[in-house]
């Protein structure tokens, strides 16, 4: 590859992650070092420890590797090949180097900042990419200050650029309406936009404003700094764009929030719930969406797919649909190939 001042960049996709294989000893590791993240459970280190080692992971390892076989790809996790994928797609469309890490577990961001100044040895930039459109503590964040720390230790050569959150940015926007849009031409009685949920006692933490976030109930509708961090506010702005980009009224969409772990509460409506709901208030035939995850993963293929489809169709339903997540969609790769090419994001180190 010829490199000319202007394209001395490289870029980093930056995903979640997932076991090496479906084995409860590869699993328990994958989940150990997730739930140990300070930013998924923010308990004091010990009684995270506890919790983590000594309860959640033994009982939740031998269900999760139960519920990883079932997606589980001959080519090995769906989220991972589905980045690669992405990687590759976006390759063929740039003229700088496009590398792929995880948060947890494999490939480590070190190991692709090394494998970026190795293909570009003079390289000025770095764009990492998060692969999550809304701002949480326990996604985004945690990958970004992530990468962040690994950058700052090992003293890289090269600026390190963020494309801020993009939930409500046309091009995301556009992409996920235009995913959506074939499924409306057969008849359907509501969409669901399935959001990964988290504890609202992050919601609660995050507010800027110490004042904002569930406080009231519309605190998400009513305009506050506190947003640029609000997840809650974040989902529900994207929900309404691309239904209005769609031309939905009110009664043909709704919003939930999936994948709830521990006793905490965690954002409502739950979509287990709603599942079990909609069919008893005439919803029989629903289209479901999850724009947190820009890859098909566990929580869409299983959590969704399979027993939320048996929770829905048991209640009464008469047909389910799930609509793929972005994947490599061409259009999407080429929303993400323009906004990395403008080199709009924030740079977060090396100026
Ligand atoms: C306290 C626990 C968790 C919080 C908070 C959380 C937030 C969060 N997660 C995602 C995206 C993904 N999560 C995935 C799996 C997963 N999530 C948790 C726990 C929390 N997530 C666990 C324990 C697991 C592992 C599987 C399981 O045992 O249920 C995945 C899929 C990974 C895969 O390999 O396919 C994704 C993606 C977001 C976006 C988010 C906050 C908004
Ligand atoms: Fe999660
Ligand atoms: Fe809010």
Redesign the pocket.
Known sequence: MMQTHENRYGVLLM?????VSTAVPD?RR??KE??MDKR??DYPYLLRALLVKGI?VPF??P??AE??KT?WWKEG????VLTEQLQQQLQQRLPVPVEVAMRYGDPHPAAAFDRLLERIPDIEEVILLPL?P?Y?????ETAVEYAREIYQKKKYPFRLRVIPPYYDEDWYIAALAESIRPFLQEPFDQLLFS?????ER?IRKGDITGSHCLQQPDCCTTSSPAHRYC?RHQVYRTTALVARRLQLPADRYSLSFQ?R??REE?LKPYTAQRLAELPGEGVKRLLVVCP??V?D?????E?IAEQGRHIFMEAGGKSFTMIPCLNTRPEWVAALAEQVSAKSGEIIQGE
């Open positions: 995903n979640l992650g997932s076991p699993v994958y989940l997730f739930l998924v459970i959640i939740r390892a269900k999760s519920a990883y997606i996790s769906p989220l991972i999550y809304h949480a503590m326990s996604s985004y959001y990964h949920g988290v504890p992050h997840y994948s772990l521990g965690w947190a995850f890859s993963c566990l929580e869409t293929l959590e």
